[in-house]
C-alpha cells in the first residue's frame, strides 16, 4: 500500500520548515557579530512561514484574500533571500532599493489575479515562481570569490538551485493530487537542509571572526581593552575590596546618562548610592535605604541575575560574576526590545485565544473506539447544548439523531477506514428538537509505534448555509413563477449558448414558427428559425449581416440591440452574461421609446436651427466650465478658433483668446481669466458688456442650468449705444436749452413786468379820472382795453413763469393746513363775475366735515382758478360748471370740476394736457389762450404728491379731477353728507 500525507498536513510541514529556517536565522543572528545578511534571510524565511500559514488557512477561512497574502508573503520572500544572498557577499542595499521591493511585493497579489483564474484556493500557481529568486541565490553563492574556497558555500549554492528549481516544478506537479503533498515534504527537507547549510556557512565566518580576534586579544591587551570598549552591553570590572577596576564606554555612558560620572577607584557601594539619588533606577524611587540594602545584598552574593528598569524606560539584564581573585564582574545587557518582543508574544497568545474563542468552530476527539474524549467548550455557544451531550458518545451514534438516521450512517461507515476526512456534512436533531447541520472534518492520530488512537478534528454549525441554500432553492422556484409572468421575452442560455429556459413571451417572437422552440437549442438555430418564420424583415442580402451582428452583440454579453419586426414593432434586446457563464436575454417592446425617440430627435434638429437662426449667440457650460453646446452665431461674434469652440473646450482659454486679442483692453491676462471664470462658476455676475477688437458691444449674460453648468447669451447691442449716446447728447442738449430758456423767460419777464406795471398803474390812474376828468367816452373804452389788454398779458407771463419753475422742478410749496372748503368758496367768489357775464350756472357740492389738507394754499387756490377758469371759457350759454370735494375710501381727497361744455376726443385730451397746447390751433380760433392752464395745473398737483385724472367726451363735457394723496389729509374723516349746492 502506497504511503499518502494529507495535503493539510504536508502544508503544516512546509510552515514548519520555513519556521525552522526562520528560527534558525534567528539563533544564529545572536551570535556575537553575527552578518547582517542573517537579518535578511530571518524576514525572508518569517514571510515565507507566514504566506504557507495562509495557504494553510485560506481552505478553512474560504477566503481568497489569504491567498492573495500568502501571494505578497511569497514575493517579499524571495526579494529577501537575494538580498540576504547580496549583503552576505558584501554588496549593500540603499533605500531605493528597499522601497522597490515593497513595492514589487505589495504590487505582486494584482498581477497574480490573472493568473490564478476562478479558483484562487486551489491554483497557487505563483508560489513556483519564489524559485526563480531561490535559484539567483544559489548561483551568486556559486559565483563568488569565497565560494570557490568553501565548501559550505558551495553547497548552500546547490541547496539554494535545488530548492530554486523545487520552487519552479511545483505549479507543473501540483495538478497530481497524489504528488502535491510530497511537494511540501520535499520543499520541508530542503528547507531543514538549507537552513543547516546556512547554519555552517554563518558559523564558519563566525569561527574565523572568533579565531582572528582571539589571535589580536592574545598579540596585545591594548585589543582586548578595545574588545570591552565594542561590546553593546555595559560592562564594569571591580577588585576583591568592590572598588572599581575597569568598565567600558557603555558602561560609563549609561550611567552618564542619570549625571553619575564613573571614575576607577570608586568603591560599588559608593556607585549604587549615586544611582538611588539620582533616581536612575525605577525601583529605588521611594525606598532608597532598602533598596541598597537588598542592592549590597545581591551584589555580594553574585552569580545570579536581575532585571532592572531604568528610569527613563529601557530595560536591562544584569548578570554578576565572582572572579578567581574575589572580585566581581558586572554585565548589564540592554533587554528593552527583548521585553517589547515578549510582550508582543504574549499579546500574541491572548489574541489567539480571543480568536479561537471568537471562531465558529468547536474541536473534538475520539478514541480508537470513535468515541468522543474531548469536546471543545465552544460547542455551548455554537450548538446550544452541554459538552456532556456527545462525550461518551461516538461518531456513528450522531446518525441515530440525523432525520436521515440510514444515510447519515452510511456516510460514517467510511470512518472505519481510518482515513482522514473533510467537509462531512450531517444534520442532527437536539434534545430541544431543534435540527443543528453540522460538517466535520477530522483526521486520524496514531502514537509513535503507529497505533490507531482515534480521530481529531473540527465542526462547524452550517445551518444558516443549509437554510440559505433551501431558501434560494424556493428564491429560484419564485423566479421562474415571476420570468414566466413579465411582460416581456426572456431566455437563458448556458455556457455552451444552449437554451436552458424561456419564458411564453420568448416563444412568441418566432410567430408561425413557435412551436418549434424547445430547451437545448443551440443560439444558431434559433437565429435561423426565427429568419424562416418571417418575423424579422430582412433582404436575402442582409441576413448574413444581421446574423453577424446579433452573433457579435450575444457573444460580448452586456450590450443591447435594437430589432424590428414584421408588424412594425421594435424590440429592444439586452443581454448581460453571468459570473458562471450564462447569458440572460430580455426582449422588451420598445416601439413607444423609438418613436418617442424619433421625434425628440426630430425636435433636436428644430431646436438646433432654432438656435442656429437666432439673433444671439448662445452657449452652455457645464458644472466643470467646459463648452457642452453653442450655435454658430457664438462662435462668429467671438471670432474663436475652431479648436475653442468645440465641445468640452474650457472657458478659461476662450476668456485667455479674447483677452489676448484685446477684447478686455489692458489687463492681467491670468487675473481677469480667474476673475471671469469665477464669475461663470458662482453666477455673482448676470450681465456684462464686452467690446470686442472691432468696435462692437456684446451684451453677455449667464443663468444657471439645474445641472450646475450655466447657460451664456450674446446680444450684439452696437446700435443701441450708439443710440443710447445720441439720446444721452440730446437729452443734455435739450437740458441746456431749458437751463437757456428758463433763464430767457426770468429776464424777459422782468423787463416786460416793468413796462407792464406802469401801462397798469397809468391805464387804471386815468380810468379812475384821479386827475380830472375824461371828456371823450371813447377814451374811457380805450383806457379799459388797456387796462384789460395789460392785466391780461402780466397774468400770461406769470403763467409761462410758473410753468418753466414746473418743468425745472423749482416749484416751491409754502405748506400749511388748508380749509379746502373755504379755499373752494374764496376760489368761486373771484370767477363768478366771469360765470354770470358767459351766463354759465356755477354749482358748489363741498361735504361739512370735509378735513384740512396739508399744502399751498396759494397753488390750491392757483388749481381751482385754472380748472374753473377753463371749464367757463368751453361752456357754451346756459351750460353749468359743477365744483366739488369729497374725501375717498381710499383716503385720498379729490377736487373735481365739471362742466357741460362742448367736451374732447382722447387724442384732444393728451394735447390739451402738454405746454401750449391748443385743441384749435388756426389763428381764427374761437377761444383764446396760452395752451397752459391744464398743464401748469398739472405740475401744481404733481408737485403736491398727487395726481389729474381728466374725462371728456365731446359735445357732453369734461371733468377734470384733482387727487392729493392720503399722507397729506390732516383728520381725516369718512365723507358726510354733502351739502345743498351753493
Request: negative net charge; hydrophobic residues 45%; aromatic residues 6%.
Amino acid at each position: 500500500m502506497s504511503m499518502s500525507i494529507p495535503l493539510d498536513t504536508a502544508t503544516l510541514g512546509a510552515v514548519l520548515g520555513s519556521a525552522v529556517l526562520a528560527f534558525a536565522m534567528l539563533l544564529a543572528q545572536a551570535l556575537p557579530q553575527a552578518p547582517r545578511a542573517l537579518t535578511w534571510w530571518a524576514a525572508a524565511f518569517s514571510a515565507q512561514t507566514a504566506a504557507f500559514g495562509s495557504l494553510l488557512l485560506a481552505p478553512v477561512a474560504g477566503d481568497a484574500l489569504l491567498v492573495w497574502m500568502a501571494e505578497a508573503l511569497q514575493a517579499g520572500s524571495g526579494l529577501l533571500i537575494v538580498a540576504g544572498v547580496w549583503r552576505f557577499l558584501g554588496g549593500t542595499i540603499d533605500r531605493r532599493a528597499v522601497v522597490a521591493g515593497v513595492v514589487a511585493a505589495l504590487l505582486w497579489p494584482a498581477a497574480s489575479v490573472g493568473l490564478h483564474g476562478e479558483e484562487p484556493l486551489s491554483e497557487p500557481v505563483l508560489f513556483g515562481l519564489l524559485g526563480v529568486p531561490q535559484v539567483v541565490a544559489g548561483v551568486a553563492f556559486l559565483l563568488a570569490r569565497d565560494g570557490r574556497r568553501e565548501v559550505a558555500h558551495r553547497v548552500a549554492g546547490i541547496l539554494f538551485i535545488v530548492s530554486g528549481m523545487h520552487g519552479l516544478a511545483a505549479p507543473v506537479l501540483q495538478d497530481w493530487e497524489s504528488l502535491l503533498p510530497w511537494l511540501y515534504v520535499s520543499h520541508q527537507v530542503l528547507s531543514i537542509l538549507l537552513a543547516v547549510a546556512l547554519l555552517v556557512v554563518v558559523l564558519r565566518r563566525l569561527q574565523t571572526l572568533a579565531e582572528a580576534e582571539t589571535a589580536r586579544a592574545n598579540r596585545t591587551q591594548a585589543q582586548f581593552l578595545d574588545a570591552v570598549e565594542s561590546i553593546n552591553d555595559a560592562f564594569s570590572l571591580f577588585d576583591a575590596s568592590d572598588r572599581l577596576v575597569l568598565s567600558n564606554r557603555r558602561y560609563r555612558e549609561t550611567m552618564a546618562r542619570f549625571g553619575i560620572t564613573v571614575v576607577p577607584g570608586m568603591t560599588f557601594q559608593e556607585l549604587v548610592e549615586r544611582s538611588a539619588d539620582s533616581g536612575m533606577i525605577s525601583d529605588s524611587l521611594g525606598r532608597r535605604d532598602a533598596w541598597i540594602a537588598e542592592r549590597l545584598r545581591a551584589h555580594a552574593a553574585a552569580g545570579g541575575q536581575m532585571e532592572q528598569r531604568l528610569a527613563d524606560g529601557s530595560v536591562v539584564m544584569l548578570r554578576e560574576y565572582v572572579t578567581s581573585e574575589g572580585g566581581r564582574v558586572s554585565v548589564r545587557s540592554d533587554i528593552t526590545e527583548s521585553k517589547r518582543a515578549e510582550q508582543a508574544l504574549q499579546d500574541s497568545q491572548e489574541r489567539f485565544k480571543d480568536l479561537a474563542e471568537a471562531a465558529s468552530d468547536w474541536f473534538w476527539e475520539t478514541d480508537g473506539d470513535l468515541r468522543f474524549t474531548f469536546v471543545s467548550p465552544r460547542v455551548r455557544s455554537v450548538m446550544g447544548v452541554e459538552v456532556t451531550h456527545f462525550l461518551g458518545r461516538t461518531l456513528l451514534d450522531l446518525a441515530d439523531a440525523a432525520p436521515d438516521a440510514a444515510a447519515t450512517r452510511r456516510r460514517l461507515e467510511r470512518l472505519h477506514d481510518r482515513q482522514p476526512f473533510r467537509d462531512l456534512d450531517l444534520a442532527q436533531t437536539l434534545p430541544d428538537g431543534r435540527v443543528k447541520h453540522l460538517r466535520i472534518s477530522g483526521r486520524p492520530v496514531s502514537d509513535k509505534l503507529g497505533r490507531f488512537l482515534g480521530f481529531r478534528g473540527t465542526a462547524t454549525d452550517v445551518s444558516a448555509e443549509v437554510d440559505a441554500r433551501a431558501a434560494a432553492q424556493w428564491a429560484q422556484h419564485q423566479l421562474m413563477d415571476a420570468i414566466n409572468c413579465i411582460s416581456d421575452g426572456f431566455a437563458l442560455w448556458g455556457p455552451d449558448d444552449r437554451l436552458v429556459l424561456f419564458n411564453e413571451n420568448y416563444r412568441i417572437l418566432f410567430g408561425p414558427a413557435a412551436a418549434k422552440v424547445r430547451p437545448g437549442m443551440s443560439f444558431d438555430e434559433l437565429l435561423a428559425l426565427q429568419l424562416e418564420s418571417g418575423n424579422v424583415p430582412l433582404a436575402p442580402s442582409d441576413r448574413d449581416t444581421w446574423i453577424a451582428a446579433r452573433r457579435e452583440n450575444h457573444g460580448r454579453g452586456s450590450s443591447g440591440m435594437e430589432m424590428m419586426l414584421r408588424d412594425g414593432r421594435w424590440l429592444l434586446v439586452s443581454e448581460h452574461r453571468t459570473p458562471d457563464g450564462y447569458v440572460a436575454s430580455v426582449y422588451t417592446d420598445a416601439t413607444v421609446l423609438k418613436r418617442r425617440e424619433q421625434e425628440v430627435a426630430q425636435q433636436g434638429a428644430r431646436l438646433g436651427t432654432i438656435l442656429d437662426n437666432m439673433p444671439q449667440g448662445i452657449a452652455v457650460f457645464d458644472a466643470e466650465t467646459r463648452l457642452v453646446d453653442h450655435n454658430r452665431l457664438f462662435r462668429r461674434m467671438l471670432g474663436l478658433p475652431l479648436d475653442l469652440a468645440r465641445p468640452g473646450a474650457a472657458y478659461a482659454d476662450i476668456i485667455r483668446h479674447l483677452a489676448e486679442t484685446g477684447t478686455f483692453g489692458a489687463c492681467d491676462i491670468d487675473g481677469c481669466v480667474a476673475e471671469k471664470v469665477e464669475a461663470l462658476r458662482l453666477l455673482s455676475r448676470d450681465r456684462a458688456e464686452w467690446t470686442m477688437p472691432d468696435g462692437t458691444v456684446l451684451e453677455v449674460r449667464r443663468a444657471a442650468m439645474p445641472d450646475g453648468g450655466a447657460l451664456t447669451t450674446y446680444i450684439d447691442i452696437t446700435s443701441r449705444k450708439r443710440n443710447e449716446i445720441i439720446l444721452r447728447e440730446a437729452k443734455e442738449a435739450a437740458e441746456r436749452g431749458n437751463r437757456a430758456k428758463a433763464a430767457f423767460l426770468a429776464n424777459v419777464s422782468h423787463e416786460l413786468r416793468t413796462p407792464l406795471n406802469a401801462i397798469i398803474g397809468f391805464s387804471e390812474a386815468i380810468s379812475s379820472e384821479l386827475f380830472g376828468p375824461i371828456a371823450n367816452p371813447t377814451y374811457k373804452e380805450y383806457i379799459k382795453d388797456i387796462f384789460d389788454s395789460g392785466t391780461h398779458l402780466l397774468n400770461l407771463i406769470n403763467d409761462i413763469l410758473d410753468m418753466s419753475k414746473a418743468e425745472a422742478g423749482r416749484i416751491d410749496l409754502d405748506e400749511e393746513p388748508v380749509d379746502i372748503a373755504a379755499a373752494i368758496d374764496q376760489s368761486v367768489r373771484m370767477v363768478r363775475k366771469r360765470a354770470e357775464g358767459a351766463r354759465v350756472a356755477l354749482q358748489v357740492e363741498v361735504p361739512e366735515a370735509l378735513p384740512l389738507l396739508r399744502g399751498d394754499e396759494r397753488r390750491i387756490k392757483q388749481i381751482l382758478l385754472n380748472l374753473m377758469s377753463n371749464a367757463i371759457k368751453f361752456t357754451d350759454i346756459g351750460g353749468r360748471v359743477e365744483v366739488s370735494a369729497e374725501l375717498r375710501p381710499d383716503g385720498r381727497l379729490a377736487l373735481r370740476v365739471a362742466d357741460t361744455g362742448i367736451g374732447m376726443t382722447a387724442e384732444d385730451l393728451d394735447k390739451a394736457m402738454e405746454p401750449f397746447g391748443q385743441v384749435d390751433s388756426r389763428l381764427a380760433r374761437r377761444y383764446e389762450g396760452t395752451g397752459l392752464g391744464l398743464p401748469l395745473t398739472k405740475a401744481l398737483v404733481v408737485q403736491h404728491g398727487g395726481d389729474l385724472e381728466a374725462e371728456s367726451a365731446p359735445g357732453v363735457g369734461t371733468a377734470i379731477t384733482a387727487l392729493f394723496p392720503a399722507d397729506r389729509v390732516l383728520h381725516a374723516a369718512l365723507p358726510a353728507e354733502t351739502l345743498p349746492a351753493r
